[in-house]
Protein backbone atom coordinates (compact mmCIF):
# COMPACT_ATOMS: atom_id res chain seq x y z
CA UNK A 1 0.00 0.00 0.00
CA UNK A 2 2.84 2.01 0.87
CA UNK A 3 4.76 1.79 -2.36
CA UNK A 4 1.31 2.41 -4.17
CA UNK A 5 0.81 5.92 -2.29
CA UNK A 6 4.40 6.57 -2.85
CA UNK A 7 4.17 5.82 -6.29
CA UNK A 8 0.69 7.88 -7.00
CA UNK A 9 2.80 10.64 -4.90
CA UNK A 10 5.43 11.57 -7.59
CA UNK A 11 2.31 12.24 -10.64
CA UNK A 12 0.63 14.31 -11.82
CA UNK A 13 -3.21 13.31 -11.45
CA UNK A 14 -5.57 15.27 -13.63
CA UNK A 15 -7.89 12.17 -13.43
CA UNK A 16 -10.57 13.95 -11.14
CA UNK A 17 -10.49 16.83 -8.34
CA UNK A 18 -11.14 14.22 -5.94
CA UNK A 19 -7.52 12.77 -5.34
CA UNK A 20 -6.58 16.38 -3.39
CA UNK A 21 -4.87 15.31 0.05
CA UNK A 22 -5.75 17.33 3.00
CA UNK A 23 -3.35 20.49 3.49
CA UNK A 24 -0.93 21.08 6.45
CA UNK A 25 -3.32 23.16 7.87
CA UNK A 26 -6.60 21.10 6.90
CA UNK A 27 -4.53 18.08 8.53
CA UNK A 28 -3.80 20.16 11.95
CA UNK A 29 -7.45 21.40 11.98
CA UNK A 30 -8.35 17.87 11.83
CA UNK A 31 -6.23 16.61 14.41
CA UNK A 32 -7.79 19.22 17.13
CA UNK A 33 -11.16 19.43 16.40
CA UNK A 34 -13.81 18.13 19.16
CA UNK A 35 -15.64 14.81 18.66
CA UNK A 36 -18.56 13.16 19.76
CA UNK A 37 -21.23 10.81 18.43
CA UNK A 38 -23.32 11.87 15.43
CA UNK A 39 -25.62 9.94 15.44
CA UNK A 40 -26.29 11.06 19.14
CA UNK A 41 -26.12 15.03 17.22
CA UNK A 42 -23.03 15.30 19.63
CA UNK A 43 -20.17 15.93 17.61
CA UNK A 44 -19.90 20.23 17.98
CA UNK A 45 -17.46 19.46 14.92
CA UNK A 46 -20.36 18.66 12.16
CA UNK A 47 -22.39 20.59 14.03
CA UNK A 48 -21.26 23.66 13.65
CA UNK A 49 -19.68 22.31 9.29
CA UNK A 50 -23.80 21.54 8.92
CA UNK A 51 -24.91 24.88 10.83
CA UNK A 52 -21.99 26.94 8.73
CA UNK A 53 -22.87 25.82 5.79
CA UNK A 54 -26.33 26.32 6.02
CA UNK A 55 -26.07 29.75 6.77
CA UNK A 56 -23.89 30.38 3.70
CA UNK A 57 -26.75 29.30 1.38
CA UNK A 58 -29.79 31.05 3.85
CA UNK A 59 -30.96 27.67 4.38
CA UNK A 60 -32.09 26.47 7.36
CA UNK A 61 -30.50 23.27 8.27
CA UNK A 62 -27.75 20.62 6.71
CA UNK A 63 -26.51 17.56 7.13
CA UNK A 64 -23.16 16.06 6.66
CA UNK A 65 -22.94 12.45 4.91
CA UNK A 66 -19.70 10.80 3.30
CA UNK A 67 -20.36 11.18 -0.59
CA UNK A 68 -22.04 13.04 -2.93
CA UNK A 69 -24.00 10.62 -3.96
CA UNK A 70 -25.45 9.85 -0.69
CA UNK A 71 -26.92 13.77 -0.12
CA UNK A 72 -28.22 13.21 -4.12
CA UNK A 73 -30.09 10.34 -3.46
CA UNK A 74 -31.33 11.00 -0.06
CA UNK A 75 -32.84 14.80 -1.90
CA UNK A 76 -34.51 12.95 -4.34
CA UNK A 77 -36.21 9.56 -1.55
CA UNK A 78 -36.95 12.52 0.27
CA UNK A 79 -38.72 14.71 -2.72
CA UNK A 80 -40.27 11.51 -4.37
CA UNK A 81 -42.67 9.23 -3.72
CA UNK A 82 -42.16 5.31 -5.91
CA UNK A 83 -43.89 5.98 -8.81
CA UNK A 84 -42.60 9.47 -9.13
CA UNK A 85 -40.69 11.33 -11.63
CA UNK A 86 -37.79 13.05 -12.09
CA UNK A 87 -36.67 15.45 -14.62
CA UNK A 88 -33.04 15.69 -15.30
CA UNK A 89 -30.65 16.41 -18.02
CA UNK A 90 -29.48 13.29 -19.52
CA UNK A 91 -26.07 13.68 -18.65
CA UNK A 92 -26.89 14.04 -15.00
CA UNK A 93 -24.72 12.95 -12.47
CA UNK A 94 -27.93 11.64 -11.04
CA UNK A 95 -28.56 9.45 -13.78
CA UNK A 96 -25.02 8.73 -15.21
CA UNK A 97 -22.89 7.66 -12.28
CA UNK A 98 -25.09 6.63 -9.07
CA UNK A 99 -25.51 3.39 -9.53
CA UNK A 100 -29.38 3.38 -10.50
CA UNK A 101 -30.30 4.88 -7.22
CA UNK A 102 -32.96 6.73 -8.52
CA UNK A 103 -35.07 3.53 -9.01
CA UNK A 104 -33.46 1.04 -6.71
CA UNK A 105 -33.35 4.08 -3.68
CA UNK A 106 -36.52 5.49 -4.58
CA UNK A 107 -38.81 3.66 -6.96
CA UNK A 108 -39.35 6.54 -9.51
CA UNK A 109 -38.65 6.80 -13.38
CA UNK A 110 -36.29 9.89 -14.66
CA UNK A 111 -37.82 11.97 -17.75
CA UNK A 112 -34.26 12.59 -19.45
CA UNK A 113 -33.68 15.84 -21.61
CA UNK A 114 -31.23 17.00 -23.72
CA UNK A 115 -29.44 20.02 -22.75
CA UNK A 116 -27.27 22.20 -23.90
CA UNK A 117 -23.95 20.89 -22.43
CA UNK A 118 -25.45 19.86 -19.86
CA UNK A 119 -27.66 22.22 -18.57
CA UNK A 120 -31.96 21.96 -19.26
CA UNK A 121 -34.26 24.96 -19.89
CA UNK A 122 -37.38 26.59 -18.05
CA UNK A 123 -38.77 25.75 -21.61
CA UNK A 124 -37.62 21.69 -21.87
CA UNK A 125 -39.20 21.20 -17.91
CA UNK A 126 -41.93 22.82 -18.77
CA UNK A 127 -42.99 20.89 -22.04
CA UNK A 128 -41.54 17.34 -19.89
CA UNK A 129 -44.19 17.83 -16.98
CA UNK A 130 -46.49 14.72 -17.04
CA UNK A 131 -50.41 15.39 -17.73
CA UNK A 132 -52.49 14.20 -14.53
CA UNK A 133 -53.37 11.18 -16.49
CA UNK A 134 -52.92 7.57 -14.71
CA UNK A 135 -50.97 6.23 -17.54
CA UNK A 136 -48.56 8.42 -16.54
CA UNK A 137 -45.93 8.62 -13.52
CA UNK A 138 -46.83 11.60 -11.43
CA UNK A 139 -43.88 14.27 -11.62
CA UNK A 140 -42.52 15.84 -8.87
CA UNK A 141 -39.17 16.61 -9.08
CA UNK A 142 -36.49 18.91 -11.21
CA UNK A 143 -33.01 18.20 -10.39
CA UNK A 144 -29.84 20.75 -12.24
CA UNK A 145 -26.13 19.69 -12.00
CA UNK A 146 -24.15 22.91 -11.94
CA UNK A 147 -21.08 22.67 -12.64
CA UNK A 148 -22.25 20.30 -15.52
CA UNK A 149 -19.21 17.42 -14.96
CA UNK A 150 -19.89 15.17 -18.20
CA UNK A 151 -20.51 18.44 -20.05
CA UNK A 152 -17.05 19.93 -19.23
CA UNK A 153 -17.45 21.90 -16.23
CA UNK A 154 -20.37 23.64 -17.66
CA UNK A 155 -22.23 26.97 -15.66
CA UNK A 156 -25.42 26.98 -15.78
CA UNK A 157 -26.72 31.07 -16.40
CA UNK A 158 -28.97 32.10 -12.78
CA UNK A 159 -31.50 33.75 -15.14
CA UNK A 160 -32.15 30.43 -16.64
CA UNK A 161 -32.27 28.98 -13.19
CA UNK A 162 -34.68 31.43 -11.72
CA UNK A 163 -37.09 30.69 -15.08
CA UNK A 164 -37.13 26.78 -13.95
CA UNK A 165 -37.88 28.05 -10.82
CA UNK A 166 -40.66 29.74 -11.66
CA UNK A 167 -42.15 26.41 -13.82
CA UNK A 168 -41.07 24.50 -10.90
CA UNK A 169 -43.48 26.82 -8.82
CA UNK A 170 -46.61 26.88 -11.49
CA UNK A 171 -46.81 23.06 -11.20
CA UNK A 172 -45.81 22.36 -7.90
CA UNK A 173 -42.21 20.65 -8.16
CA UNK A 174 -39.74 20.69 -6.32
CA UNK A 175 -36.08 21.98 -7.26
CA UNK A 176 -32.53 20.16 -6.29
CA UNK A 177 -29.33 21.23 -7.12
CA UNK A 178 -26.58 18.88 -7.30
CA UNK A 179 -23.73 21.06 -6.52
CA UNK A 180 -20.68 18.78 -6.21
CA UNK A 181 -18.76 21.90 -8.09
CA UNK A 182 -20.85 24.54 -7.08
CA UNK A 183 -18.05 26.72 -5.90
CA UNK A 184 -16.32 26.42 -9.12
CA UNK A 185 -19.52 28.12 -10.81
CA UNK A 186 -20.02 30.49 -7.81
CA UNK A 187 -16.66 31.62 -8.52
CA UNK A 188 -16.42 31.78 -12.70
CA UNK A 189 -19.55 33.31 -12.71
CA UNK A 190 -19.20 36.56 -9.41
CA UNK A 191 -22.26 34.65 -7.91
CA UNK A 192 -23.41 34.01 -4.28
CA UNK A 193 -24.46 31.01 -1.88
CA UNK A 194 -26.90 33.30 -1.29
CA UNK A 195 -29.03 34.14 -4.71
CA UNK A 196 -28.63 29.55 -4.64
CA UNK A 197 -30.31 29.56 -1.23
CA UNK A 198 -33.23 31.24 -2.38
CA UNK A 199 -34.34 29.64 -5.32
CA UNK A 200 -33.43 25.95 -4.70
CA UNK A 201 -35.98 23.92 -2.39
CA UNK A 202 -32.94 21.64 -1.57
CA UNK A 203 -28.91 21.68 -1.99
CA UNK A 204 -25.87 18.85 -2.21
CA UNK A 205 -22.11 20.23 -2.13
CA UNK A 206 -19.60 18.01 -2.17
CA UNK A 207 -16.19 19.08 0.18
CA UNK A 208 -14.19 16.29 -1.16
CA UNK A 209 -13.56 17.55 -4.96
CA UNK A 210 -12.34 21.42 -5.32
CA UNK A 211 -12.51 22.30 -2.25
CA UNK A 212 -9.75 19.51 -1.09
CA UNK A 213 -11.38 17.93 1.90
CA UNK A 214 -10.54 14.08 1.85
CA UNK A 215 -14.34 13.35 1.90
CA UNK A 216 -17.72 14.62 2.71
CA UNK A 217 -20.61 15.90 1.52
CA UNK A 218 -23.31 18.28 2.93
CA UNK A 219 -27.33 18.17 1.81
CA UNK A 220 -28.61 21.81 2.70
CA UNK A 221 -32.41 22.70 3.04
CA UNK A 222 -35.35 23.06 5.21
CA UNK A 223 -35.08 22.03 8.88
CA UNK A 224 -38.34 19.96 8.43
CA UNK A 225 -36.40 18.78 5.53
CA UNK A 226 -33.39 17.68 7.24
CA UNK A 227 -34.96 15.86 9.64
CA UNK A 228 -36.09 13.21 7.15
CA UNK A 229 -33.04 13.24 5.51
CA UNK A 230 -31.37 12.26 8.79
CA UNK A 231 -34.15 9.29 8.89
CA UNK A 232 -33.24 8.33 5.21
CA UNK A 233 -29.32 8.68 5.74
CA UNK A 234 -29.35 5.91 8.77
CA UNK A 235 -31.07 3.83 6.58
CA UNK A 236 -28.63 4.01 3.63
CA UNK A 237 -25.82 3.37 5.92
CA UNK A 238 -24.88 6.66 6.03
CA UNK A 239 -24.87 7.23 9.85
CA UNK A 240 -20.87 8.19 11.49
CA UNK A 241 -20.00 8.20 14.90
CA UNK A 242 -16.85 10.64 15.64
CA UNK A 243 -16.25 12.12 12.27
CA UNK A 244 -15.28 15.48 13.69
CA UNK A 245 -12.29 15.21 11.93
CA UNK A 246 -13.72 14.78 8.49
CA UNK A 247 -15.98 17.97 9.10
CA UNK A 248 -13.42 20.26 10.47
CA UNK A 249 -11.52 19.47 6.71
CA UNK A 250 -14.63 20.20 5.52
CA UNK A 251 -15.17 23.42 7.26
CA UNK A 252 -11.51 24.26 6.74
CA UNK A 253 -11.94 24.48 2.59
CA UNK A 254 -14.90 26.62 3.12
CA UNK A 255 -13.31 29.08 4.67
CA UNK A 256 -9.87 28.84 2.92
CA UNK A 257 -10.09 27.29 -0.07
CA UNK A 258 -12.75 28.71 -2.21
CA UNK A 259 -11.58 32.18 -3.56
CA UNK A 260 -8.57 29.41 -4.62
CA UNK A 261 -10.46 28.25 -7.52
CA UNK A 262 -9.66 30.71 -9.99
CA UNK A 263 -6.15 29.88 -9.85
CA UNK A 264 -7.23 25.96 -10.83
CA UNK A 265 -9.53 27.79 -13.63
CA UNK A 266 -6.37 29.82 -14.85
CA UNK A 267 -4.73 26.60 -15.35
CA UNK A 268 -7.00 24.68 -16.86
CA UNK A 269 -7.30 27.65 -19.63
CA UNK A 270 -3.91 27.50 -19.89
CA UNK A 271 -3.91 23.57 -21.21
CA UNK A 272 -6.99 24.08 -23.62
CA UNK A 273 -5.16 26.55 -24.83
CA UNK A 274 -2.36 24.04 -25.58
CA UNK A 275 -4.34 21.23 -26.96
CA UNK A 276 -6.36 23.68 -29.27
CA UNK A 277 -2.60 24.25 -31.10
CA UNK A 278 -1.95 19.66 -31.42
CA UNK A 279 -3.46 18.32 -34.73
CA UNK A 280 -4.45 14.85 -32.50
CA UNK A 281 -7.15 17.20 -30.53
CA UNK A 282 -10.25 17.84 -32.23
CA UNK A 283 -13.55 19.16 -30.56
CA UNK A 284 -12.49 20.86 -27.42
CA UNK A 285 -16.00 21.48 -24.95
CA UNK A 286 -15.85 24.89 -23.99
CA UNK A 287 -13.91 25.53 -20.94
CA UNK A 288 -15.68 27.21 -18.15
CA UNK A 289 -14.23 26.30 -14.88
CA UNK A 290 -11.41 23.37 -13.56
CA UNK A 291 -12.66 20.64 -16.38
CA UNK A 292 -11.44 20.18 -20.47
CA UNK A 293 -12.93 17.85 -22.34
CA UNK A 294 -11.45 16.84 -25.53
CA UNK A 295 -11.58 14.68 -28.79
CA UNK A 296 -8.60 12.75 -29.50
CA UNK A 297 -8.24 11.95 -33.31
CA UNK A 298 -5.94 11.03 -35.93
CA UNK A 299 -2.58 9.36 -34.78
CA UNK A 300 -3.86 8.37 -31.30
CA UNK A 301 -7.03 7.25 -29.26
CA UNK A 302 -7.91 8.43 -25.95
CA UNK A 303 -6.50 5.73 -24.26
CA UNK A 304 -3.21 5.94 -26.22
CA UNK A 305 -2.76 8.92 -25.08
CA UNK A 306 -3.50 8.58 -21.43
CA UNK A 307 -0.94 5.50 -21.85
CA UNK A 308 1.56 7.64 -23.79
CA UNK A 309 0.95 10.65 -20.72
CA UNK A 310 1.21 8.15 -18.09
CA UNK A 311 5.13 7.41 -19.21
CA UNK A 312 5.72 11.28 -18.27
CA UNK A 313 3.71 10.24 -15.13
CA UNK A 314 1.00 12.55 -16.11
CA UNK A 315 -2.25 10.87 -15.28
CA UNK A 316 -6.24 11.41 -17.64
CA UNK A 317 -9.02 10.11 -17.61
CA UNK A 318 -10.62 8.75 -21.52
CA UNK A 319 -13.87 8.63 -20.56
CA UNK A 320 -14.50 7.13 -23.93
CA UNK A 321 -12.62 5.76 -26.90
CA UNK A 322 -12.60 9.07 -28.70
CA UNK A 323 -12.28 11.99 -25.28
CA UNK A 324 -10.33 12.82 -22.23
CA UNK A 325 -10.92 14.63 -19.24
CA UNK A 326 -8.28 16.66 -17.50
CA UNK A 327 -9.52 17.87 -14.18
CA UNK A 328 -7.23 20.41 -11.93
CA UNK A 329 -7.22 21.17 -8.46
CA UNK A 330 -5.37 22.49 -5.53
CA UNK A 331 -2.37 19.30 -5.70
CA UNK A 332 -1.86 20.84 -9.17
CA UNK A 333 0.87 23.18 -8.98
CA UNK A 334 1.92 25.65 -11.88
CA UNK A 335 5.25 23.98 -12.22
CA UNK A 336 3.55 20.93 -12.86
CA UNK A 337 1.06 22.90 -15.50
CA UNK A 338 4.09 23.99 -16.99
CA UNK A 339 5.90 20.31 -17.66
CA UNK A 340 2.80 19.30 -18.65
CA UNK A 341 2.33 21.56 -21.66
CA UNK A 342 5.95 21.07 -22.08
CA UNK A 343 4.78 17.64 -22.39
CA UNK A 344 1.95 17.72 -24.68
CA UNK A 345 3.71 20.14 -26.99
CA UNK A 346 6.44 17.43 -27.46
CA UNK A 347 3.90 15.18 -28.81
Known amino acids: MFAITHYLWHMIDFRSDTVTRPTPGMLKAMHEAPLGDDVFGEDPTINHLEQFAAGLFGMEAGIFCPSGTMTNQIAIKCHTQPGDEVICDHLSHIYQYEGGGIAFNSGASVRLLQGDRGRITATQV ?13 TTLVSLENTANRAGGSCYDFDEIRSIRKVCDQHQLKLHLDGARLFNALVAKNETCKQYGEVFDTIS ?16 GPASFIKKARR ?3 VFGG ?12 LYALEHHVQRLQED ?3 TQLLADTLRQKDF ?12 IFEVKGRFT ?46
Open 126 to 138: LGAINPDDIHKPV
Open 205 to 220: ICLSKGLGAPVGSLLL
Open 232 to 234: FRK
Open 239 to 250: GMRQAGMLAAAG
Open 265 to 267: HHH
Open 281 to 292: VGEILPVETNIV
Open 302 to 347: APDLVTILKRSNILALAISPTQIRLVVHLDITPAMIETTIQTIKAL
